[in-house]
């Protein structure tokens, strides 16, 4: 039975966090903060949404971005309702929003607590770290220079 349970991946007692990384995303090491994958290398267009949060818009989908995420598939860690908020991430070559979005979590001060990222519409999420986020907005400063 070890044998099956090992060969197969499975066998696990209790039910588990989800731990997929997002396709386009490049998987690391579970993080402590939310038990889920930390985002390895994002799409460009990721860190673009992830600028354009932190600068406060303008948003490319104002009727969808900046607005509550009710977090009803459970991927995310369980918070109080209006915790999370949710964010396009353009995806080339279509003409719509597509599957891709930032999530952030926390930020009634003003200041984003989590920030998670999706490739594939809520079904599985990876979280950014601060530090990402941090040399994102170095990396763009520079940039404007």
């Not at 396709?23 to 402590?32: E, K, L, Q, R």
């Not at 889920?36 to 104002?62: I, M, N, Q």
């Not at 009710?70 to 999370?84: F, R, V």
């Not at 200041?111 to 530090?131: G, K, L, R």
Request: hydrophobic share 30%; glycine share 12%; proline share 8%.
């Amino acid at each position: 039975m070890l044998g099956a349970c090992l060969l197969l991946g499975g066998c696990t007692q209790g039910a588990s966090p989800r731990l997929s990384t997002p396709p386009g995303a490049s998987p690391t090491i579970p993080t402590a903060a939310s038990g889920l994958d930390a985002c390895g290398a994002l799409p460009r267009e990721a860190w673009e949404t992830v600028s354009l949060v932190e600068d406060g818009g303008p948003f490319p989908y104002p009727d969808n971005d900046d607005k509550r995420f009710g977090n009803y598939e459970g991927a995310l860690p369980k918070q109080k309702s209006g915790y999370y908020r949710e964010y396009t991430v353009d995806t080339p070559g279509i003409n719509h929003r597509g599957a891709r979005r930032i999530v952030t979590g926390g930020g009634a001060d003003g200041d984003v607590d989590e920030w998670f990222y999706t490739a594939d519409h809520y079904e599985t999420f990876c979280e950014i770290s601060a530090d990402d986020v941090t040399n994102n907005a170095a990396r763009n400063t520079e940039a404007t220079r």
